[in-house]
């Protein structure tokens, strides 16, 4: 295999999970994190190009922030 074929397989990889995480995140996350966001539908597909390529940083502050919810309420 050569490298072209892994550098391009490492960055489909990136975005099918990048696609998996602003799947989730759109339709579930982001309604418990933005109080203002509950109920606004229209401005979520521009969201989708941000949060496939910076995934792992939204998934991050994603768990940070859920967490920091569940100590609140424990």
Do not use: H, N, T
């Amino acid at each position: 295999m050569e490298l072209a074929e892994v550098v391009m397989a490492a960055l489909r990889m990136y975005a099918l999970v990048g696609v998996g995480v602003a799947a989730l995140f759109l339709f579930i996350g982001i309604d418990r994190i933005d109080e203002d966001a509950q109920g606004a539908y229209l401005f979520r597909p521009l969201l989708i190009p941000a949060v496939v390529s910076l995934w792992p940083l939204v998934a991050l502050r994603w768990v940070r922030l859920e967490l920091k919810r569940s100590q609140r309420s424990a």
